[in-house]
């Protein structure tokens, strides 16, 4: 179990979940990036990320893990980030994803993250996650 991102690239005049849900028809495919280039960025924003598997990044630091699913084509069309961390997360995801021109989508919440504190989506996880480990869900 863990807070699910799909990391995306969106034509320009996608800046806001209310662009997103305004959009007709359906988006333009727009790749991140090479693997290589992802690779690169990745670390930037999660210093130490272990890509032994390149299709599958992982990194654990203060705040939580996050692992990485980019897939095996050679150009990076989406990545999804499973994150088990706490709050400051974020931050380090919209290091990474606000760099590159990308999006991350929280699959909890629907929403956009557009700053680092946007974490209804992580709470909402956090909360699940807590009552599945007690018992209670």
């Not at 495919?29 to 299709?55: I, K, N, Y």
């Not at 939580?64 to 994150?83: C, K, P, Q, W, Y």
Request: hydrophobic share 40%; with cysteine.
């Amino acid at each position: 179990m863990s807070w699910d991102i799909i990391v995306l690239r969106f034509p320009e005049s996608i800046q806001t979940t209310a662009d997103l849900e305004a959009q007709t028809g359906p988006l333009p495919e727009l790749p991140l990036c090479s693997v290589e280039e992802f690779h690169a960025r990745s670390a930037e924003a999660f210093p130490g990320v272990d890509w032994t598997d390149p299709t599958w990044g992982y990194w654990r630091g203060d705040e939580g893990s996050v692992e990485f699913n980019i897939g095996s084509d050679d150009t990076v069309r989406s990545a999804m980030l499973h994150v088990r961390a706490r709050a400051p997360i974020v931050a380090r995801i919209l290091a990474m994803s606000d760099a590159a021109g990308w999006k991350a989508l929280d699959t909890e919440s629907g929403n956009l993250l557009t700053g680092p504190t946007d974490t209804s989506g992580l709470q909402s996880w956090r909360t699940r996650r807590d009552a599945a480990t007690r018992g209670d869900a």
